[in-house]
């Protein structure tokens, strides 16, 4: 055991690659060991959003790149989405939450259904059967009626629904603070400190 806190990161084939990269350096750079699970569609859109740069190869190369010497602090495996026998897939493994970032309706839907077809389904499962700490993000517009019912399914079994939607009263100017909002939500909801946007004070900063 390496001693760093350790959690799952799953990314799916919903639009929000950059919070997925923020959201693994934020954990990396709180000296945390992750377990990466990235679905074929996850690439694709890694790929399609990020460019050839955020190549799932040269994931850790990228996170250094674009967010600091920082993000080399923490550990991570990239495990396969088919490999089922992965130690996330069992509750006796010490991972002690997780975050599906972007989560599509796909995966969505499988996780509220206890489908466990994948490896990313399977460890979901696991955290809800464990009453551990599950953060879903996900991403759809407009929502149909299936997809809502399936959040309040996941919510139902203890699942944290924290959709991508960062807000704009912190006064965002680029891509990354939308992220830096997202990636800070999504730490705080798995009990860190952090300083990724600025804390509300009762108005809007001049
Ligand atoms: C460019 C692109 C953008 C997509 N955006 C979304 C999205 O925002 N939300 C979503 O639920 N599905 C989206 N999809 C569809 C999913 O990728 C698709 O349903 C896929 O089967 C999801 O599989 P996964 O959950 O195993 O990654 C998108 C697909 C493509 C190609």
Same mark, same amino acid.
Request: hydrophobic content about 45%; aromatic content about 6%.
């Given at each position: 055991?390496?001693?760093?806190?350790?959690?799952?990161?799953?990314?799916?084939?919903?639009?929000?690659?950059?919070?997925?990269?923020?959201?693994?350096?934020?954990?990396?750079?709180?000296?945390?060991?992750?377990?990466?699970?990235?679905?074929?569609?996850?690439?694709?859109?890694?790929?399609?959003?990020?460019?050839?740069?955020?190549?799932?190869?040269?994931?850790?190369?990228?996170?250094?790149?674009?967010?600091?010497?920082?993000?080399?602090?923490?550990?991570?495996?990239?495990?396969?989405?088919?490999?089922?026998?992965?130690?996330?897939?069992? %509750?006796?493994?010490?991972?002690? /939450? =997780?975050?599906?970032?972007?989560?599509?309706? !796909? @995966? &969505?839907?499988?996780? $509220?259904?206890?489908?466990?077809?994948?490896?990313?389904?399977?460890?979901?499962?696991?955290?809800?059967?464990?009453?551990?700490?599950?953060?879903?993000?996900?991403?759809?517009?407009?929502?149909?009626?299936?997809?809502?019912?399936?959040?309040?399914?996941?919510?139902?079994? %203890?699942?944290?629904?924290?959709? /991508? =939607?960062?807000?704009?009263?912190?006064?965002? !100017? @680029? &891509?990354?603070?939308? $992220?830096?909002?997202?990636?800070?939500?999504?730490?705080?909801?798995?009990?860190?400190?952090?300083?990724?946007?600025?804390?509300?004070?009762?108005?809007?900063?001049?």
């Amino acid at each position: 055991m390496s001693g760093k806190r350790t959690f799952a990161v799953a990314i799916t084939g919903a639009s929000g690659a950059i919070y997925a990269m923020r959201t693994m350096a934020a954990l990396l750079e709180r000296n945390c060991h992750l377990e990466v699970v990235i679905s074929d569609y996850g690439k694709r859109l890694l790929h399609d959003e990020l460019g050839d740069k955020a190549s799932v190869n040269r994931l850790r190369e990228y996170l250094v790149e674009t967010y600091g010497d920082a993000a080399k602090q923490g550990t991570f495996d990239l495990l396969s989405n088919k490999d089922l026998g992965a130690a996330i897939a069992s %509750g006796s493994h010490d991972c002690e /939450a =997780m975050v599906i970032v972007p989560c599509s309706m !796909k @995966t &969505l839907a499988g996780v $509220a259904h206890g489908l466990s077809r994948n490896l990313v389904e399977r460890a979901a499962d696991v955290m809800l059967k464990e009453k551990r700490r599950l953060v879903i993000v996900p991403r759809e517009a407009p929502m149909s009626l299936p997809q809502l019912k399936n959040m309040v399914l996941c919510a139902e079994a %203890g699942a944290m629904i924290l959709p /991508a =939607m960062p807000a704009f009263y912190q006064m965002p !100017k @680029t &891509l990354d603070d939308l $992220a830096d909002f997202m990636a800070g939500k999504i730490v705080s909801a798995l009990g860190f400190d952090h300083n990724l946007y600025p804390p509300w004070t009762g108005s809007v900063a001049p």
